[in-house]
């Protein structure tokens, strides 16, 4: 009897913690689309296209577009590597900084030394 117990505790718990896993995990892709969108500088108001959810990968800064590469999604920090002008790659992030109502959020964009506040304006 008490075998059977056991068995059953720790079936019921591993079904517990699966469903906590797959409840708590959000895919990368899923974070990427909610990034895809227009976003709008706060320093001087240009225009931010960012397409990560896509077959082609993008920022069109103003009337300048560049490719980009996801080198990695983790929690909300997505680190991308870009192919610049002198075609060297460089390192830029984008960081979801939440709203204090948790459903809303402004971006942190890091890129050449410099850090910008994107807001968006529509999504893709």
């Not at 708590?24 to 320093?43: E, F, T, V, Y």
């Not at 296209?49 to 800064?61: D, P």
């Not at 192919?83 to 960081?95: I, P, R």
């Not at 109502?101 to 964009?109: I, Q």
Request: charged fraction near 25%; aromatic fraction near 8%; charge should be neutral.
């Amino acid at each position: 009897m008490k075998y059977r117990d056991l068995r059953y505790f720790c079936l019921s718990l591993a079904f517990v913690l699966c469903m906590v896993f797959v409840s708590c995990s959000g895919s990368s892709g899923d974070k990427l689309a909610d990034i895809s969108g227009i976003w709008k500088r706060g320093n001087d108001g240009t225009m931010i296209e960012i397409n990560l959810a896509g077959e082609q990968n993008f920022l069109k800064i103003g009337d300048k577009t560049v490719e980009a590469t996801v080198k990695s999604v983790q929690n909300d920090l997505i680190s991308l590597d870009v192919k610049a002008d002198n075609g060297q790659t460089e390192k830029w992030t984008l960081m979801q900084v939440w709203a204090d109502n948790g459903s809303t959020f402004d971006l942190a964009f890091n890129h050449n030394g410099s850090k910008d506040k994107l807001t968006l304006i529509k999504k893709l």
